[in-house]
C-alpha cells in the first residue's frame, strides 16, 4: 500500500508512538524499535539547516511512523525506515533539511564501507589467498609486506571508488563492467624525471633525510640513480624514468679512466640493486630508463656535466663511452642473474 507523504499523520500521539516491536539492522540482527530515534534523526538535520525545532521534528517523526505502519506489513528494517524519513522531508517545506539528511546517510554509508574493510576476514582472504587480488599484480611476492600493502589498499580503494570517482564509475567498476586497475595507491601512475637535474643537484630534497652532492665518479653516479628510483618510487603507482641515461652518463666512464670490464661491473651491480623487492608490498621499483645509442643532436654540443658543475668538454665527444656502456647494459640483461632468471628492471627503450 503506497500512502502519501504529505497527508495527515494517522497517529496523532503527543509523543512518538511505538509503532513496532523490533527492527531488522543492517547486519540483519534484530533490535527493539525505539520511535525517538527518528525524531532525534529528524531534529539534527532541521537545527544542520536552522529550518525547524522540536515540535516539527515530532510531527514529522509521526508522519514517517504513520506511513510505515500502513506500509509495512512484517517488520521494519534501518534502511526501509530511513527511505521513509527521505520521502517525508523531500515531500515537506523543507527542502534543505532533506538534503542534509541524504548527504548525512551517504556520509555514513561510506564510513561502514571502510570500517567493514578493516575487519579480520581481509587478513584472512591474504593469508588464504582466497581473494583474486593477492595475485594480481605479478611484481608484488606472498609476504608480510604483501599482507601489509594487502590491508592499505582496500581502504585506499575504497576512498577511490567513493570519493573521487563519480557514482556511475563506481558501479561501473564493481558490477564489472569495466576494471580499473591500480586502486591500490592514492597516487599518480608514472613519472618521467630529468637524469640531467640529478647530475647538477645531487640527490637530496627530501626534508629530513640524508643528501648527496652531484656524483662526481660513474659509480656514484648509478648509485644515486637507484637511490632516486626507490625513493620517487614510493610516490607513484607506476614506473619511474629516465631519459638519456647512456649519452648522460658517458662522460663519467671517460673522466674516471674506465676499461670496458669495470664499466660492465659497475652496471651490472647497477641492476642487480635495481631489481631488489624494495617497494611497498615486497616489490621491485617499476624504472625504464631509455638509452640514445647515438648522441641525439639536442645533446651533441651542450657541456657535460660532472660533479654538478659544466666541463669544457660535450657530449658529442663521447660516442665510444656510449658503445661501451650499451654493449655492457644489452650483455648483462641478457645473462640474467646468477640463476639465469631474465631481469624484469629497468625496462629498456630505444
Same mark, same amino acid.
Given at each position: 500500500?503506497?500512502?502519501?507523504?504529505?497527508?495527515?499523520?494517522?497517529?496523532?500521539? $503527543?509523543?512518538?508512538?511505538?509503532?513496532?516491536?523490533?527492527?531488522?539492522?543492517?547486519?540483519?540482527?534484530?533490535?527493539?524499535?525505539?520511535?525517538?530515534?527518528?525524531?532525534?534523526?529528524?531534529?539534527?538535520?532541521?537545527?544542520?539547516?536552522?529550518?525547524?525545532?522540536?515540535?516539527?521534528?515530532? $510531527?514529522? $517523526?509521526?508522519?514517517?511512523?504513520?506511513?510505515?505502519?500502513?506500509?509495512?506489513?512484517?517488520?521494519?528494517?534501518?534502511?526501509?525506515? #530511513?527511505?521513509?524519513?527521505?520521502?517525508?522531508?523531500?515531500?515537506?517545506? @523543507?527542502?534543505?533539511?532533506?538534503?542534509?539528511?541524504?548527504? @548525512?546517510?551517504?556520509?555514513?554509508?561510506?564510513?561502514?564501507?571502510?570500517?567493514?574493510?578493516? #575487519?579480520?576476514?581481509?587478513?584472512?582472504?591474504?593469508?588464504?589467498?582466497?581473494?583474486?587480488?593477492?595475485?594480481?599484480?605479478?611484481?608484488?611476492?606472498?609476504?608480510?609486506?604483501?599482507?601489509?600493502?594487502?590491508?592499505?589498499?582496500?581502504?585506499?580503494?575504497?576512498?577511490?571508488?567513493?570519493?573521487?570517482? $563519480?557514482?556511475?564509475?563506481?558501479?561501473?567498476?564493481?558490477?564489472?563492467?569495466?576494471?580499473?586497475?591500480?586502486?591500490?595507491?592514492?597516487?599518480?601512475?608514472?613519472?618521467?624525471?630529468?637524469?640531467?637535474?640529478?647530475?647538477?643537484?645531487?640527490?637530496?630534497?627530501?626534508?629530513?633525510?640524508?643528501?648527496?652532492?652531484?656524483?662526481?665518479?660513474?659509480?656514484?653516479?648509478?648509485?644515486?640513480?637507484?637511490?632516486?628510483?626507490?625513493?620517487?618510487?614510493?610516490?607513484?603507482?607506476?614506473? #619511474?624514468?629516465?631519459?638519456?641515461?647512456?649519452?648522460?652518463?658517458?662522460?663519467?666512464?671517460?673522466?674516471?679512466?674506465?676499461?670496458?670490464?669495470?664499466?660492465?661491473?659497475?652496471?651490472?651491480?647497477?641492476?642487480?640493486?635495481?631489481?631488489?623487492?624494495?617497494?611497498?608490498?615486497?616489490?621491485?621499483?617499476?624504472?625504464?630508463?631509455?638509452?640514445?645509442?647515438?648522441?641525439?643532436?639536442?645533446?651533441?654540443?651542450?657541456?657535460?656535466?660532472?660533479?654538478?658543475?659544466?666541463?669544457?668538454?660535450?657530449?658529442?665527444?663521447?660516442?665510444?663511452?656510449?658503445?661501451?656502456?650499451?654493449?655492457?647494459?644489452?650483455?648483462?640483461?641478457?645473462?640474467?642473474?646468477?640463476?639465469?632468471?631474465?631481469?624484469?628492471?629497468?625496462?629498456?627503450?630505444?
Amino acid at each position: 500500500m503506497k500512502v502519501d507523504a504529505t497527508q495527515e499523520p494517522i497517529v496523532r500521539d $503527543a509523543s512518538c508512538p511505538v509503532v513496532f516491536a523490533t527492527i531488522v539492522k543492517r547486519d540483519g540482527s534484530r533490535e527493539a524499535f525505539d520511535a525517538t530515534r527518528i525524531e532525534r534523526a529528524v531534529l539534527a538535520a532541521g537545527r544542520a539547516t536552522r529550518e525547524f525545532a522540536e515540535a516539527e521534528a515530532r $510531527a514529522l $517523526a509521526r508522519r514517517v511512523l504513520a506511513i510505515a505502519a500502513a506500509t509495512i506489513e512484517t517488520e521494519p528494517t534501518v534502511e526501509g525506515i #530511513q527511505d521513509i524519513v527521505e520521502e517525508v522531508l523531500i515531500a515537506s517545506p @523543507y527542502r534543505r533539511a532533506a538534503r542534509a539528511y541524504i548527504i @548525512y546517510r551517504e556520509q555514513h554509508r561510506i564510513l561502514r564501507e571502510l570500517q567493514s574493510a578493516s #575487519q579480520l576476514a581481509l587478513v584472512d582472504s591474504y593469508l588464504d589467498k582466497s581473494d583474486w587480488q593477492v595475485a594480481e599484480n605479478a611484481n608484488m611476492a606472498f609476504s608480510l609486506q604483501g599482507l601489509n600493502n594487502h590491508i592499505s589498499s582496500e581502504i585506499t580503494r575504497k576512498y577511490w571508488l567513493e570519493r573521487l570517482y $563519480a557514482p556511475e564509475v563506481r558501479a561501473a567498476h564493481e558490477s564489472g563492467d569495466l576494471h580499473i586497475h591500480d586502486l591500490n595507491l592514492l597516487a599518480v601512475y608514472c613519472v618521467g624525471w630529468d637524469l640531467a637535474d640529478l647530475l647538477r643537484e645531487g640527490f637530496r630534497g627530501a626534508g629530513g633525510k640524508v643528501e648527496s652532492a652531484p656524483a662526481k665518479h660513474f659509480r656514484t653516479a648509478l648509485g644515486q640513480a637507484a637511490n632516486f628510483f626507490y625513493t620517487l618510487q614510493g610516490e607513484a603507482a607506476g614506473a #619511474q624514468a629516465f631519459s638519456s641515461v647512456d649519452t648522460l652518463l658517458a662522460p663519467f666512464i671517460a673522466y674516471d679512466g674506465l676499461g670496458y670490464s669495470e664499466v660492465k661491473q659497475a652496471i651490472q651491480e647497477w641492476i642487480f640493486n635495481l631489481n631488489v623487492a624494495t617497494r611497498v608490498g615486497f616489490q621491485t621499483p617499476f624504472t625504464n630508463i631509455t638509452l640514445d645509442l647515438n648522441v641525439p643532436e639536442r645533446l651533441r654540443d651542450e657541456a657535460v656535466i660532472i660533479g654538478g658543475q659544466r666541463q669544457d668538454r660535450t657530449y658529442g665527444e663521447f660516442q665510444r663511452e656510449m658503445d661501451m656502456f650499451n654493449r655492457a647494459f644489452l650483455e648483462i640483461m641478457s645473462q640474467g642473474d646468477a640463476k639465469g632468471r631474465v631481469f624484469t628492471f629497468p625496462i629498456a627503450t630505444y
